[in-house]
Nanobody, 122 residues
Framework: QVQLVESGGGLVQAGGSLRLSCAAS????????MGWFRQAPGKEREFVAA????????SYTDSVKGRFTVSRDNAKNTMYLQMNSLKPEDTAVYYC???????????????WGQGTQVTVSS
């Protein structure tokens, strides 16, 4: 089992920045690929970004490329999402998730956090 706790959400004006954190416990964090997802009101949950166990493989959805940066610190069992140039359409609940495998290309996200709200005002 792994437990995931997100933090860092809040209210920010368009063009501003936030950094989300995802603290993991209960399993070997460094052997897990991790991801960020988001769900806006009335919409399906969507993929935002993912990072392999070593950080050597990273993926983003097109709408956040150049604005968001995913990273991890395996010594601290924590993953981050730096969000810059935020837009109102980035408003959503952001979730972190973990796989049981180290790589992005295989496996499913088996573990999920409770989510943190990000609201971007225009």
């Amino acid at each position: 089992q792994v437990q995931l706790v997100e933090s860092g959400g809040g209210l920010v004006q368009a063009g501003g920045s936030l950094r989300l954190s995802c603290a993991a416990s209960g399993r070997t964090f460094s052997s897990s690929a991790m991801g960020w997802f988001r769900q806006a009101p009335g919409k399906e949950r969507e993929f935002v970004a993912a990072i392999s166990w070593s950080g050597g493989s990273i993926s983003y959805t097109d709408s956040v490329k150049g604005r968001f940066t995913v990273s991890r610190d395996n010594a601290k069992n924590t993953m981050y999402l730096q969000m810059n140039s935020l837009k109102p359409e980035d408003t959503a609940v952001y979730y972190c998730a973990a796989k049981s495998v180290p790589w992005l290309e295989v496996g499913e996200y088996n573990y999920w956090g409770q989510g943190t709200q990000v609201t971007v005002s225009s």
